[in-house]
């Protein structure tokens, strides 16, 4: 109940505009509530299903926003710092830690291995980080920040706080504390989507054979 009306709040600010435009594009081809009524019943599984309601499907917003957030983010950290978003991110994780593998960052970030790796070796040759092994395992490699890894970080923070002052502007401070506390929580639960997501294959037969059948005809 709380979620909807954050969602119908949300639309009378003007923010709920994002789904429009990329139906516009083609690229959310998601049937209008009206147009889902209008349609004859069907299985859910079947191939004219109803779309999406994207009002009630949240991840489409956390999808819609942290993209643009993201992309806007690293066309300016690009140009006026010389780093893209991957590594502003790892940055703020040295400052926060002190020191990190790249194995903690793939935990904290989400980021994949490979990724994290090509961000130090960028990093290293930027003069932003230096490497230490691990005295009880020399194959763990930890970065540690430089002095102008610092003045780095320091400098991209300022207009990151700048970004997200603007971005959380259309709410009050009471809004933007919920908001933060939802957002730990919904974090904190992201393991139950991914057994929620495995229990759901289980439970309707879907296995890797049907993947690669499908891969096949393709």
């Given at each position: 109940m709380?979620?909807?009306?954050?969602?119908?709040?949300?639309?009378?600010?003007?923010?709920?505009?994002?789904?429009?435009?990329?139906?516009?594009?083609g690229?959310?081809?998601?049937?209008?509530?009206?147009?889902?009524?209008a349609?004859?019943?069907?299985?859910?599984?079947?191939?004219?299903?109803?779309?999406?309601?994207?009002?009630?499907?949240?991840?489409?917003?956390?999808?819609?926003?942290?993209t643009k957030?993201?992309?806007?983010?690293?066309?300016?950290?690009?140009?006026?710092?010389?780093?893209?978003?991957?590594?502003?991110?790892?940055?703020?994780?040295?400052?926060?830690?002190?020191?990190?593998?790249?194995?903690?960052?793939?935990?904290l970030?989400g980021?994949?291995?490979?990724?994290v790796?090509?961000?130090?070796?960028?990093?290293?040759?930027?003069?932003?980080?230096?490497?230490?092994?691990?005295?009880k395992?020399?194959?763990?490699?930890?970065?540690?920040l430089?002095?102008?890894?610092?003045?780095?970080?320091?400098?991209?923070?300022?207009?990151a706080?700048?970004?997200?002052?603007?971005?959380?502007?259309?709410?009050?401070?009471?809004?933007?504390?919920?908001?933060?506390?939802?957002?730990?929580?919904?974090?904190?639960?992201?393991?139950?989507?991914?057994?929620?997501?495995?229990?759901y294959?289980?439970?309707h037969?879907?296995?890797?054979?049907?993947?690669?059948?499908?891969?096949?005809k393709?």
């Amino acid at each position: 109940m709380a979620t909807g009306a954050a969602v119908r709040s949300a639309k009378s600010r003007g923010v709920a505009s994002a789904p429009k435009s990329a139906s516009r594009s083609g690229k959310a081809r998601v049937l209008s509530k009206k147009q889902n009524e209008a349609r004859p019943a069907h299985d859910d599984a079947g191939p004219r299903a109803q779309g999406i309601e994207l009002e009630t499907y949240h991840p489409a917003y956390f999808t819609f926003i942290a993209t643009k957030l993201a992309s806007g983010a690293a066309a300016v950290y690009r140009r006026h710092f010389g780093v893209g978003i991957e590594i502003w991110r790892v940055l703020v994780m040295l400052a926060l830690e002190e020191k990190v593998s790249v194995n903690m960052v793939c935990k904290l970030i989400g980021m994949d291995k490979g990724s994290v790796s090509r961000c130090f070796k960028s990093m290293h040759e930027k003069g932003l980080i230096t490497f230490s092994h691990d005295p009880k395992d020399g194959r763990v490699r930890y970065a540690t920040l430089t002095e102008l890894g610092w003045q780095k970080h320091n400098q991209i923070k300022a207009i990151a706080l700048e970004r997200q002052r603007a971005f959380l502007g259309c709410l009050s401070q009471e809004e933007a504390d919920t908001l933060s506390n939802m957002l730990l929580r919904l974090h904190a639960n992201l393991p139950e989507v991914e057994k929620a997501t495995q229990r759901y294959l289980r439970e309707h037969h879907i296995g890797d054979r049907d993947a690669d059948s499908e891969r096949k005809k393709l």
